[in-house]
């Protein structure tokens, strides 16, 4: 196994003197020890539970410490847990300091800030709605932590959070903390609220029993997200298990897939899809070319010149893909992408030779993707086009070949922020270049 990088080892060791230096007020301030042992015992308790079932964290017990506890003391509710669970990978002791002192630090900065503005008080009080606002400074401020934690974790060249040392390589500083604060900013707004609410009955007449009940409906909700979770695993592997099969079988298309649908995701944002159709833009990228499968491989490895009859064949390769791919439900109109990304506006593409808007919208899309990653990317016989020179190409093809309106597109991303493909596996150079011949993939003509 890799050792953990020194500068990781420093990282976790300066992040658990910083949560020491949080409980030195301890002893001076006067700690309700019976809720802080049940509330210990029952982040424990869910802690376990929820990474054992769902392999994630569980924040509600977190926060309703930070709304119920002087900050030094709620800063020891995810102790417990740490020494206590399970460890599935070494280092077992320093992921064990990790995950004491990451929520540690988090639940410290979010009591402070809800002790800072009166939340103590509103919460006794049960005073809504102004208990909320409280709460919800406190809630970003959890979040703020452990962004910086975890951005940190990753600069530091260890694994993806909220569970560290899982995958190896440095990220760049620049991307260490990217899109942290935006993805966990409305789940635990949502624990957020579920730790007020066992706050709320916590000081109620009701006690900590009733607050227990706050969990229930929480766990339930855990349970239909994780769900969901695994269903979409299982929605990529079965791409990722296609995608595969049309690598074995022809190799121009490895790394291809996915460019396209990076390419094709671009062209979606910038024209404004929301996610779902932009998931879906995703998919048919990858898959546009997975009909493959069904042409014979001699054709796509032939050396020489394609008679007209072969040509037929490997033109019937949408509508291979399209078959493989109908019962597949959650692919959507990305079914539509793989059968028809070979049209063109003005008739002349394939299968069908749809006109203009009778080519659906997603098929459009890929077209272009398609397209472009096939002039910028480097094969083993010709080095990658300029993307000014590819943007070119496009612009000149505009309105015969492709949509005038997702060229646009993808030349106004790619100003922003230009394009870096990855570039593809090396194979012999008459292969690569039969494949762009005879796949139509190739300089848009």
Avoid: N
């Amino acid at each position: 196994m890799e050792a953990v990088p020194a500068r990781a080892r420093g990282y976790v060791a300066a992040v658990a003197v910083l949560a020491l230096l949080c409980l030195l007020p301890l002893p001076a301030i006067r700690t309700p020890w019976w809720a802080l042992g049940l509330l210990c015992a029952l982040y424990t308790a869910c802690e376990y539970a929820v990474r054992r079932r769902f392999g994630s964290t569980f924040h509600p017990v977190l926060l309703a410490g930070a709304f119920l506890l002087p900050p030094p003391a709620a800063a020891l509710v995810p102790l417990a847990a740490a020494l206590l669970c399970p460890v599935e990978h070494r280092p077992a002791l320093l992921r064990r300091v990790w995950r004491a002192a990451r929520p540690a630090l988090a639940v410290w900065g979010a009591a402070e800030v809800h002790w800072t503005l009166g939340g103590r008080d509103a919460v006794v009080a049960s005073d809504f709605p102004y208990a909320l606002l409280p709460a919800g400074a406190a809630v970003l401020a959890f979040c703020l932590i452990l962004t910086v934690l975890d951005g940190g974790i990753l600069a530091m060249g260890v694994g993806a959070p909220p569970t560290p040392f899982g995958q190896w390589g440095r990220v760049p500083l620049r991307r260490a903390w990217r899109g942290l604060l935006s993805r966990s900013l409305a789940p635990v707004a949502v624990h957020g609220l579920a730790g007020l609410m066992m706050a709320v009955l916590w000081r109620s007449p009701y006690g900590p029993v009733a607050a227990l009940l706050v969990l229930l409906p929480m766990w339930v909700s855990w349970w239909i997200f994780a769900q969901y979770h695994r269903e979409r695993a299982a929605h990529q592997a079965t791409i990722r298990a296609l995608v595969q099969a049309v690598d074995i079988k022809d190799g121009y298309t490895r790394g291809h897939s996915e460019r396209v649908g990076q390419a094709s995701v671009l062209i979606a944002r910038e024209l404004g899809m929301d996610d779902d159709r932009v998931e879906v833009l995703r998919f048919a990228g990858i898959l546009h070319d997975v009909g493959k499968l069904g042409v014979p491989t001699r054709l796509l490895r032939k050396e020489g010149p394609l008679t007209p009859e072969e040509r037929r064949i490997i033109e019937l390769h949408p509508e291979y893909g399209h078959e493989m791919v109908r019962g597949i439900s959650f692919l959507g109109e990305a079914r539509a992408a793989i059968l028809h990304h070979h049209e063109r506006l003005d008739g002349s593409g394939y299968p069908y030779g749809l006109i203009g808007t009778q080519i659906p919208e997603c098929a459009r899309v890929v077209a272009v993707a398609d397209a472009f990653d096939a002039m910028t990317s480097t094969r083993s016989y010709r080095r990658a086009r300029p993307v000014e020179t590819a943007v070119a190409e496009l612009e000149r093809c505009a309105g015969t070949q492709f949509d005038p309106r997702m060229v646009a597109a993808l030349i106004r991303v790619l100003g922003r922020q230009g394009w870096h493909p990855t570039v593809t596996a090396d194979e012999p150079a008459h292969k690569a270049a039969s494949r762009d011949r005879v796949a139509g993939t190739g300089t848009p003509r």
